[in-house]
């Protein structure tokens, strides 16, 4: 089993910045890529950005450049700076591991842009 709890969540001004982290605990040896999802109300849950265990990322189109993920293996835990957020980045963002193929995944945690 692998447990992850997302923090760093809250309500900010449009052109603000929030970091979000996530720490995994468990079963957390061989987990391979880690992200963050986030859901907005009333819609799908989008991926946001990946990292694999070597610092290979991948983002949204609509967060580039303005988002940045990191981790921290001998922390067992991983990043979400977002910088110059939107209205539109309000949802709740999720955490999620993966490990021998199979996906683990946080409970949440909420990012409010007001503009």
């Known amino acids: 089993q692998v447990q992850l709890v997302e923090s760093g969540g809250g309500l900010v001004q449009a052109g603000g910045s929030l970091r979000l982290s996530c720490a995994a605990s468990?079963?957390?040896?061989?987990?391979?890529?880690m992200g963050w999802y986030r859901q907005a109300p009333g819609k799908q849950r989008e991926l946001v950005a990946t990292?694999?265990?070597?610092?290979?990322?991948n983002y949204a189109d609509s967060v580039k450049g303005r988002f940045t993920i990191s981790r921290d293996n001998a922390k067992n835990s991983v990043y979400l700076q977002m910088n110059t957020l939107e209205p539109e980045d309000t949802a709740v963002y999720y955490c999620?591991?993966?490990?021998?193929?199979?996906?683990?995944w946080g409970q949440g945690t909420q990012v409010t842009v007001s503009s």
């Open positions: 999620n591991a993966k490990r021998w193929g199979r996906l683990h």
């Open positions: 468990g079963r957390i040896f061989s987990i391979d890529t």
């Open positions: 990292i694999t265990n070597s610092g290979s990322t």
